[in-house]
């Protein structure tokens, strides 16, 4: 009887266990989920309004590392991407081909390629996001890019 006890007990751990695994790997699919779709909007909403569809994506205290300089805090980034927007010839597109999410869902990344034009110049490369969950919303905290090649067209 003690030996159909301890059976009982183990299996309950074991199915409660495997229920709490599957539940956390939901939410882990659902975030990750959300993450790519909240970087398919930052492009989105770059391409149709440009400085500020790109900077309603960053957390306050956002930073960016870009020609070996990293720059930080809203008001910097504004000011650091405002003469790149300025160009009218500037375009800046991505794709994002993955995505993943820490199991608390708090935190995430994302990664995929990326084009920027500018005039004839053409700069395509490979770029990280990694983005923080405030108040429900996924933000950028950290941006990066890594240029595979310039050429002129």
């Given at each position: 009887?003690?030996?159909?006890?301890?059976a009982?007990?183990?299996?309950?751990?074991?199915?409660?266990?495997?229920?709490?695994?599957?539940?956390?790997?939901?939410?882990?699919?659902?975030?990750?989920?959300?993450?790519?779709?909240?970087?398919?909007?930052?492009?989105?909403?770059?391409?149709?309004?440009?400085?500020?569809?790109?900077?309603?994506?960053?957390?306050?205290?956002a930073?960016?590392?870009?020609?070996?300089?990293?720059?930080?805090?809203?008001?910097?980034?504004?000011?650091?991407?405002?003469?790149?927007?300025?160009?009218?010839?500037?375009?800046?597109?991505?794709t994002?081909?993955?995505?993943?999410?820490?199991?608390?869902?708090?935190?995430?990344?994302?990664?995929?390629?990326?084009?920027?034009?500018?005039?004839?110049?053409?700069?395509?490369?490979?770029?990280?996001?990694?983005?923080?969950?405030?108040?429900?919303?996924?933000?950028?905290?950290?941006?990066?890019?890594?240029?595979?090649?310039?050429?002129?067209?």
């Open positions: 009887m003690r030996s159909v006890r301890l009982l007990v183990v299996l309950l751990v074991f199915v409660s266990f495997a229920s709490a695994q599957a539940q956390s790997a939901a939410k882990r699919t659902r975030w990750e989920q959300e993450l790519r779709d909240a970087d398919a909007d930052f492009a989105k909403q770059t391409t149709a309004r440009r400085l500020e569809g790109w900077m309603d994506f960053f957390a306050d205290d930073a960016i590392i870009q020609g070996g300089k990293t720059v930080s805090g809203r008001a910097d980034l504004r000011k650091y991407y405002e003469a790149i927007f300025a160009n009218k010839d500037f375009t800046l597109t991505w994002p081909t993955h995505a993943e999410a820490a199991t608390n869902g708090s935190l995430g990344y994302t990664y995929g390629t990326y084009e920027a034009k500018s005039g004839t110049d053409v700069s395509r490369g490979m770029y990280l996001t990694i983005w923080r969950r405030i108040k429900g919303k996924w933000k950028v905290v950290m941006d990066t890019g890594s240029a595979l090649r310039q050429q002129p067209q």
